[in-house]
């Protein structure tokens, strides 16, 4: 399978613990966004990265989370200290250079906050 | 505040018939306009797109209508097939900086087709 991989698919985590999600894109893509998707609403755009480069990180909560995506290896989305409120389905996409208008979308890690 | 407002929640259509789905925005920066459809459990899949520089663009069973003076688009399937059930999303983006990427979504509308 070629497409964007999430890891894990499922995420249980208590209240002030730490959440981290991954994301490999697909192969020869170089741009990696994160999107979150609460119950009953639309996906909310949080970060976007290039390899070792935060470009647009615009939507992402000043406090708790973090992402990055180094040279080597999956791009992470970690939360600091979760809250109940975190709980969503989170979105990896990524797509290729010069073609940032198509992205083509993971199928989510449904991070659930007891 | 919504910039992209999908207001119909569900939407409910027999196989072979058109299915319609609408979306309206308010920010005119707006240049660029796609629509995603997801299954449950899964990603969003990307389906059609348009330029503000365009009012029609189609694909096969799929078209999509934008009208610049409303701030409205609509993407058209026809003739619908059960295999279209699904959540349908419209985005759009401001082209400045290469950040294409950074989509304003909907917040979905439920197709459902009935054979």
């Given at each position: 399978n070629a497409g964007v991989m999430q890891n894990p698919r499922h995420l249980v985590r208590r209240r002030g613990q730490e959440a981290r999600l991954r994301c490999s894109p697909m192969k020869g893509h170089s741009h990696v966004y994160w999107y979150r998707q609460l119950p009953e609403e639309g996906l909310k755009f949080m970060v976007y990265l290039q390899k070792e480069n935060?470009?647009?990180?615009?939507?992402?909560?000043?406090?708790?989370f973090s992402a990055e995506f180094p040279k080597e290896g999956p791009s992470i989305l970690r939360i600091q200290q979760?809250?109940?409120?975190?709980?969503a389905a989170y979105f990896c996409a990524s797509s290729p250079r010069g073609q940032e208008e198509k992205l083509f979308f993971g199928s989510g890690t449904q991070l659930s906050v007891l | 505040d919504q910039q992209v407002k999908q207001n119909s929640p569900s939407l409910s259509v027999q196989e072979g018939r058109i299915s319609i789905l609408n979306c309206d925005y308010?920010?005119?920066?707006?240049d660029y306009f796609l629509w995603y459809k997801k299954y449950p459990a899964e990603g969003p899949t990307f389906l059609i797109s348009i330029s503000s520089i365009k009012d029609k663009n189609e694909d096969g069973r799929f078209t999509v209508f934008l009208n610049k003076s409303a701030k409205h688009l609509s993407l058209h399937i026809v003739?619908?097939?059960?295999?279209?059930?699904a959540v349908y999303f419209c985005a759009a983006s401001v082209n400045y900086?290469?950040?294409?990427?950074n989509l304003i979504f909907g917040k979905g509308t439920k197709l459902s087709v009935k054979p």
């Open positions: 935060i470009i647009d990180e615009s939507g992402m909560p000043k406090e708790r979760v809250v109940r409120g975190d709980s | 308010t920010n005119s920066m707006f003739p619908s097939q059960p295999g279209d059930s900086g290469g950040s294409q990427g």
